[in-house]
Structure formats: C-alpha cells, structure tokens
C-alpha cells in the first residue's frame, strides 16, 4: 500500500480491509510506510491465501478446486471483527509516538491510523466512509501535491531533449575507482552492491589497506545489524579487489576518479587512465568544484570525459550528479544515467559550473544562516528552524557533519573569491584549534563522546558576536519564519539562475538534487516546487 508516500491514504476500503486481515499492527506498518512487501510476509501476515509456485493457472486452479471439494465457505473480509478491546485508544497513541520521528511534519500517516482505528472500533460501512473524508482531505493537501510532483520529477530525469531514449549505451560489466578515501570506498560499494566488480587503484599500500579495511568493517556493520546476511556482505566485498598499478584498468568499462581536489593530481591521473584504459571506456570524475573541461584536456579522448559527482556517504545518499561536458558524447551520458538506476541512485544531468546543482545553491543557503547569526540568532535557533521546517538537520549542524575544514580548504583555494571572501572569522579560528566539527568531537557545537547531540557552545557565541561587532551589525531576536525564509530565498533564487544558465534541465531536477542530496523535505517538494506554492514568493 503505497499510497502514503504519495501524501495519500489507501481509498477504496484499503484501510478497513487490512487490518480485518492482518491485524491493526500489521496494517498500521505497512500503511504508514508505504513499504513493500514480500509475497512470503504477505502470506504470513493472512493477506494472501496461497503462493502457487511454478505454473500459476494451473496452481491456481487446483487451490480453486480444493476450496470447492473442501466446501470452504465464502470468506468475506467485511465481515470479519477485530476485537477492538485488544487496541485501546493508548494502542494508536504509542504506535502515533513511535513512528513521529520518521513521519515528521507528514499528514497522511496520521490519517492512515485514524482510518485503522476506526476499523477497530465502528462498522465497516462507517469505517469506509471515514477513510473517504481522509481521503478527500489528503488528496487535496500541499503534502500530497508535493509528493506526486517528486515522483513525477524523479522519472523525468532521464529524458534528456537532445538525448534520444534509444541512443546505444556502453556495456558497463566491470568499473574502477580510483582513490580509496572517504569518496572511493563507498562508490566501489555502490557498485559491489548492483554485483559488478571493481577494481581500487591507490597510490600505495598503506592507503589502500586503509580504504579497502574500511569499506570491509562497513560491510561488517552491515551484517552485524542484521541489514545484510554474512554471507551476502563477503559476497559484496569479494567484488572489490585493489590494486597499485594501471595496467589492471586496462580493460575495464568505467573509471571513476576520487583522489584529492587538485586539479594537478586529478589531470595526472587522466593522463594515466587516458594511456591505459581501451578506447571505449568511460572516463568519470567526481570532483566537487574542478573544472571537468580542464580535466578533459589531459586526455586525447574529451567525448569520454564526465562528472559524476556522488554525496558522501556514497554507499548511502541516492543522488547522482551527471555533469556534461563541453564535449561529453551522447552515448556517454546516456549510459552513466541508465547506470545510475542500477546502482540504485537517482541521477540528475547538471553542465559544468562552479559547485554544479547542488553545491553552488548550498553556497547562498549557507551564507544566509551565517548572516543571521551574526544578526542575532544563534546556531541552535537557526538549525531548530530548519528542522521544524522539515529539513534532515540544519545548516550549522550539516556543516559540523561535514567538517568545518571542508568549507575551511574550499576557501583558500578558490581563485574567483576576494582576498575578504577567503577569510572567515569564525570558521577559521574554529579550524586552527583543531574544531573541526563531529570527527573532533568539537565545531560549531560540542559533541559528547559517541554522541551525535550538538549542544551549543558559549566560546562560538563569543567570536560570532565579535565579528557581528567588527562588522557593525546589531544584534536582535530573530523568529523561525524569518530564519526559514531567509535562508530559503536564495536557494530558490540561485536555483531560478541555474535554470537560465541551463546549467539543470528541469525546476524539477533543481527539487530532487536538494530533496535526495541534501535533506530538503520532501513533503515540501524541493525548493523550486515550495516557491512556486508557497505565498512568501
Ligand atoms: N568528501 C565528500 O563529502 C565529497 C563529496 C563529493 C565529492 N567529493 C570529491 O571526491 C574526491 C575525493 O574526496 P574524498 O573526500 O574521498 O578525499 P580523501 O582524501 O578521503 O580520499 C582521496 C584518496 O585518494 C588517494 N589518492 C590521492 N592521489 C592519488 C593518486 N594519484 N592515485 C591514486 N590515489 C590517490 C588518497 O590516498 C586518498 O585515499 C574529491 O574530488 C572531492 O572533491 C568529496
């Protein structure tokens, strides 16, 4: 039943059935989350009456015939009760408790376990009737209309206008990454994962025993979780093999570059992949901020240069940055976003600029809810915020995720930046005493050993409130509708400017690269849908 993660409820009585059939527990799970559901579970939840393995019409018949010579009597499902003293009302309020964190800021599930309650406690035909005035209701709600935008969106992303659905991909049977840091490890994971073997370069040994040692204890997480059998999770790693020399690229379908942000490092690279790799592969790279032009230059075959940018944890997070390059083939691009699908990411066509799509809208986000720090609010303030706007986390606590030194480095190498716009001074006195964020236990706020719970920090407050003075801004009290809108105004305003660059294809593609790479609520539809619905616009 995935009607919820449409902002809707089941109709037609789907409400009131199963949990007739499968108990209000059952029902409520499946439901609210919009999950599906194996064909076993299904049976084992009493949804399902038989499995028919092999010949189907000639199973079924046979099931059919047995009910028949059985005089199995006819069974139905509006009929059944459900012992409504076994679900009291402190039922549905435990089971509304245990699932807020997952369904925060949504209507539909909320709906979904009144509808379900309602099965517990009243006749079906009143039962039905009740689903269909929740329905009515979702159906006509900004949640819903968000939602069905995204999954419209999610598909459209492909279409490519000078891009022909049946343009010849490239067979993509092996793939090799080259790096095993942070990125490398879990984009040879994503790819270990959809069963293709993958080959590591690294530069030497001891890196590479590092990288692959984790990507090894990630596996391990996984299984002890009980997320993945064991044997599934060596499977997996048994597909990742490492290596110090090129020649084992040599005929491997797809390169994907993940060494350091340096463009020298990244064309030497090329250069390498360029002089090894057979004449068809694909040659990627997944640079934040290069410039995938210059890259292409150090090879002599630019038509199978292209970026594709993955967001950390990459084993993890969906989104998939195709960046097109001046002279990217056709086929090129058409194959990394069917690719995409298969390792389960959902890939959004950006051209090169600085910081692509996601990145370059991040810029101005955050810029914001420095501002309003120095305005007044503090980072818990601003962060509270946006979480109750419906964001993953807020600014200052996604870049404490991130490390202050990422923002710390990005500055002091950019060369389009004035000699003011490199300083910054608050995150750099953060960054010089070593705060670098979460892995330091210490950033924009303290984190407790092992825990992830920022709690806020009076030394931060001070050197915030001293460059509020050096700057000459006042400080005052700043309210949520404030923070919120100022610091989504410029997400939706650099966002309107990458569409009249062409730098996206789609408003749409701007909405899924901020819902599926950056935590955007997705209720809410991606920055470019919310302005176009919302009034503040
Ligand atoms: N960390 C992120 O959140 C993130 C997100 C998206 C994109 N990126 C981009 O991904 C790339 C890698 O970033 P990272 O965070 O994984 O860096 P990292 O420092 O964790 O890893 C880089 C790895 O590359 C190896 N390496 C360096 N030079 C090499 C060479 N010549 N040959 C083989 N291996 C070499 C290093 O030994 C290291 O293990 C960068 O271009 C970065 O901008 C990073």
Not at 2 to 12: N, S, Y
Not at 226 to 254: C, H, M, N, W
């Amino acid at each position: 039943m995935p009607e919820v993660t449409l902002g809707i409820i089941p109709g037609a009585g789907g409400t009131q059935r199963l949990p007739r059939l499968a108990g209000p527990k059952t029902a409520l799970d499946m439901i609210t989350s919009g999950r599906f559901v194996p064909a076993t579970e299904a049976q084992d939840a009493g949804i399902i009456d038989e499995l028919i393995e092999g010949d189907l019409l000639a199973g079924a018949l046979a099931f059919a015939e047995r009910l028949v010579a059985d005089s199995a009597p006819v069974r139905r499902v509006r009929d059944m009760e459900i012992d409504g003293t076994a679900f009291p009302e402190s039922f549905f309020d435990k089971y509304r408790q245990s699932i807020a964190r997952r369904t925060r800021g949504l209507n539909a599930p909320e709906c979904a376990i009144q509808a379900v309650e309602a099965a517990c406690r009243v006749p079906f035909e009143e039962g039905e009737v009740l689903e269909r005035r929740l329905f009515q209701e979702c159906m006509q709600s900004s949640e819903s209309a968000a939602l069905r935008h995204l999954f419209f969106a999610e598909r459209e992303v492909t279409k490519i206008p000078d891009i022909p659905r049946d343009t010849l991909t490239r067979p993509i049977s092996s793939v090799a990454v080259i790096g095993a840091g942070t990125m490398g490890g879990g984009i040879a994971m994503c790819f270990a994962n959809a069963g293709i073997p993958v080959t590591v370069l690294e530069n030497d040994e001891p890196a590479l025993e590092r990288g692959l040692a984790l990507v090894q204890a990630n596996y391990e997480r996984s299984a002890a979780k009980g997320r993945l059998s064991p044997e599934k999770a060596a499977e997996r790693f048994g597909l990742i093999r490492g290596t110090l020399q090129y020649e084992d690229l040599a005929q491997v379908d797809l390169v994907i570059e993940a060494v350091f942000e340096d463009m020298a490092v990244k064309k030497e690279v090329f250069a390498q992949l360029d002089a090894t790799c057979k004449a068809e592969c694909i040659l990627a790279t997944n640079t934040s901020t290069l410039d995938i032009d210059e890259i292409a230059t150090a090879t002599s075959r630019p038509e199978a240069v292209i970026g594709t940018h993955f967001f950390s944890p990459a084993n993890i997070m969906r989104l998939l940055e195709v960046v097109r390059a001046e002279r990217t083939a056709k086929d090129v691009i058409a194959t990394c976003m069917k690719l995409a699908k298969r390792i389960r990411k959902v890939p959004v066509l950006a051209r090169v600029c600085y910081g692509f799509i996601g990145n370059r809208m991040l810029h101005g986000y955050l810029k914001a809810s420095r501002q309003l720090a120095y305005e007044g609010a503090s980072p818990l303030e601003i962060d509270r915020a946006l979480y109750e706007f419906g964001m993953a986390m807020g600014p200052y606590a996604m870049s404490d995720l991130a490390g202050l030194d990422i923002d710390y480095r990005i500055r002091q190498t950019r060369t389009d930046l004035s000699e003011q716009e490199r300083v910054d001074n608050v995150i750099d006195p953060l960054v010089e005493l070593g705060r670098l964020g979460q892995k330091t236990g210490r950033g924009f706020y303290v984190y407790e050993k092992g825990s992830r719970t920022p709690t806020p920090d009076p030394e931060v407050h001070t050197l915030i409130r001293k460059e509020a003075e050096r700057l000459g801004i006042a400080q005052r009290q700043i309210d949520a509708e404030e923070i919120v809108s100022r610091c989504i105004r410029p997400l939706v305003e650099e966002g309107q400017r990458i569409l009249d660059e062409g730098i996206a294809l789609r408003p749409g593609d701007v909405d899924v690269v901020w819902v599926c790479g950056y935590g955007f609520p997705r209720h809410r539809g991606g920055p470019m849908h919310y302005a176009e619905h919302s009034a503040d616009f």
